[in-house]
């Protein structure tokens, strides 16, 4: 196990291939859980797409990362304005796990946990096939993530693609080889 960080934000590798990632976001669970099922408000996070409130159903998550921030930076070579993947929900438990799969290489995990007054997101994302992708989606999650609670806390958002090009390489110092 690779301890990435606890405190600070960043995600951890749970396993050689397994990336973990929290948040404490100001609840209630209820209302997260409408951020990761809505394709409206999960938009405006990381990306629309309609789910239907059932395991087994298929959607296609649809990504515009340069829609999330005003200004959203210079997008890196080789990332399309708009990106598509289609998905299959494996576990739809309201308001406290929703488990789908990722492309052709694994699964996302996340679950809702009340704390109070707040709610600890925890995502697990399994089956990362390779350290580039490991490193291009620790990124990614750790920016949508934080996109995520500065909407629900109302709060201002980093420049978009400039973060993601910053924690992509944080996490390049981070993840071993």
Known sequence: MNDLTSVDGYGQLIEPAT???QRMLPGPAER???????????????????????AGADFTLTWRNDNLT??????????????????????FDPPRKLV????????????????????LLTLIHRRLPRRSMLLGVSAG??????????RVAERDT??????????RAAYENRIPE
């Open 141 to 150: 999650w750790h920016l949508h993530l934080d996109l995520l609670a500065a």
């Open 32 to 54: 997260i859980w409408s951020y990761l099922t809505d394709s409206d408000l999960r938009s405006k996070w990381l990306a629309s797409g309609v789910m239907e409130p059932r």
């Open 70 to 91: 005003n200004p959203p930076g210079q997008r890196p070579e080789g990332f399309n304005e708009e990106h598509s993947m289609a998905s299959r929900i494996v576990e």
């Open 100 to 119: 789908f799969t990722w492309d052709e290489s694994g699964d996302v995990s996340i679950e809702l946990e009340p704390k109070g007054k707040n709610v």
């Open 158 to 167: 980093p420049v978009f693609w400039e973060e993601w090009a910053r924690l």
């Open 19 to 21: 990336l973990k990632i």
